[in-house]
């Protein structure tokens, strides 16, 4: 498959949800996207803790519930969309500390922007770019997080390497993210569509832990994890689809 033409389907997509012209699940078959927020482990407080606008109802976890987040940290979300877990994290960082969201489509940048103005936050800075080729310094970043991103990457272990490179030393990383356990089938692993729902590109989990390792981390281990069903999937795939939280460090 083009990698282009998969990027530039998926930042499409997304663009349409910034814009609010789409929803994650068409408007009429689930549940709206705060329903999908709690779905996923997001708390009531949580939710009415952010701009109303920055809950997508995109993620598959709550990350920075499980970072323990400290006052004065510098935390990096991959994939940020509208910046719901970057003004959770805002609010756990304190004004000492600074949040940066990246995302590469625009209208989810723009969207963010807007959103942290109105809203007063100014300890979150929202920036342009791919998770393969981070607009960020290196050895920046004290925790990355990410809410159903990394899937979405045609090179698992750029996006890996780039984290690793941007983190200090000791740093960490809490990622949400799905991955596959049992055959995919060969049609869907090539739907544009699929990749978009964050399916298509979801990697076995074995080879998403070791490919973690492989770009440098150390004690990779899974914090959680649950079967992914808070959408309508392909019934070929029920059961095959597994929501994680992985945690690990960049040794000091
Ligand atoms: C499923 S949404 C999750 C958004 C956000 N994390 C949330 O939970 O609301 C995926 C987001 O990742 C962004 N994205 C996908 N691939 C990316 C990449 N390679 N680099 C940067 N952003 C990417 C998309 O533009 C989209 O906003």
Known sequence: ?????????IKDRYGKIARGEETFC????GPTPGDQCLAVGYTPED????????????GCGNPTSLAELREGETVLDLGAGAGIDVFLAAKRVGKQGRVIG????????AKGMALAREHGFSNVDFRLGEIEQLPVAAATVDVIISNCVINLTRDKLASFREAY????????ILISDLVTEGEIPDDVRKSFVAWADCLA????????????????FEEV??????????????????????????RAVKGS
């Not at 498959?1 to 389907?9: G, L, Y």
């Not at 068409?26 to 078959?29: L, M, V």
């Not at 070791?210 to 440098?216: E, K, P």
């Open 165 to 172: 490179r941007v983190l200090k030393p000791g740093g960490r």
């Open 47 to 58: 939710l009415a803790s952010v701009p109303e606008r920055a809950i997508l109802g995109v």
């Open 102 to 109: 990246v995302d590469m489509t625009a209208d989810m940048v």
């Open 1 to 9: 498959m083009d990698d282009e033409k998969i990027s530039q389907f």
């Open 26 to 29: 068409c408007p009429t078959c």
């Open 201 to 216: 590109g979801a990697m076995d989990k074995e080879d998403y832990l070791r490919t973690i390792r492989d770009a440098g």
């Open 221 to 246: 281990a899974i914090v959680s994890q649950r079967p992914y069903e808070s959408q309508e999937i392909d019934p070929r795939l029920k059961g095959k689809i597994t929501s994680v939280n992985v």
